[in-house]
């Protein structure tokens, strides 16, 4: 079955790093997206990308954060220079054309120090 | 600005007793979505609700959705100590993104 993939599962850095994490999405999926968990926290929404560029983007995804699709497979996230308030479980997901439900990844826990 | 808050927030109870989390959004949603989240773990996608009346099981647990009163319940009917995690609803309003909102999630936890 299908599935969306993610890496690094957790990635450490320290404050002011930048770093990116990575994501395949479904192969057929044409809607990406990165969610933000901050730990006990809900889930909140990042990004949405669509057709080569950004659709939506929350006040949470500044300046400091970019997405790329790079290669017609991956689909990357990108902070510039990390903040302590980054350390957070990031996930990516994906939605096909015409279709309910996006599919989530098992997410990349970034730790920040 | 879609809002979507669920209660309770902690949840626990006995194995073998029947309990309902409930789920409220603010404004129109045309798709409501029940996950689950073990500890450290992604979302696993339990129900997608598409319509006022909906009413879906699996198991255990049955979701339904009014949207007139802009409510989805999570009913757990003779909860057993596998249930334990933590359940979140998500709303989106379609449009462009498809973006979910999520609430604030329920943390489950069922005693022996």
């Known amino acids: 079955e299908p599935e969306v993939t993610q890496t690094p599962s957790h990635q450490v850095t320290q404050m002011g790093q930048e770093v990116i994490l990575r994501c395949v999405p479904i192969?057929?999926?044409?809607?990406f997206y990165w969610y933000r968990q901050i730990l006990g926290q809900k889930v909140e929404f990042l990004v949405s990308?669509?057709?080569?560029?950004?659709?939506?983007k929350s006040e949470i995804f500044d300046d400091q954060f970019s997405v790329e699709r790079p290669d017609g497979s991956n689909f990357t996230l990108k902070i510039r220079s990390t903040k302590l308030e980054d350390s957070a479980m990031y996930f990516c997901?994906?939605?096909?054309?015409?279709?309910?439900?996006?599919?989530f990844g098992p997410g990349t826990r970034l730790t920040v120090l | 600005e879609l809002k979507v808050e669920q209660n309770p927030l902690f949840l626990s109870m006995q194995e073998g007793k029947n309990y309902t989390i409930y789920c409220n959004y603010s404004?129109?949603?045309?798709?409501l979505y029940w996950y689950r989240q073990d500890p450290g773990k992604s979302l696993e996608s339990l129900f997608v609700l598409l319509s006022n009346g909906a009413v879906k099981q699996e198991g255990r647990l049955m979701a339904s959705l009014d949207t007139k009163a802009r409510l989805s319940t999570l009913h757990i009917t003779a909860a057993v100590h596998d249930l334990s995690a933590t359940y979140f609803c998500a709303a989106t309003y379609g449009g462009a993104t498809n973006k979910l909102i999520f609430g604030t999630g329920t943390l489950l936890a069922v005693q022996p």
């Open positions: 990308f669509y057709n080569n560029e950004i659709s939506e």
């Open positions: 997901a994906s939605l096909a054309a015409m279709a309910n439900e996006q599919f």
């Open positions: 192969s057929n999926h044409l809607y």
């Open positions: 404004t129109t949603s045309d798709r």
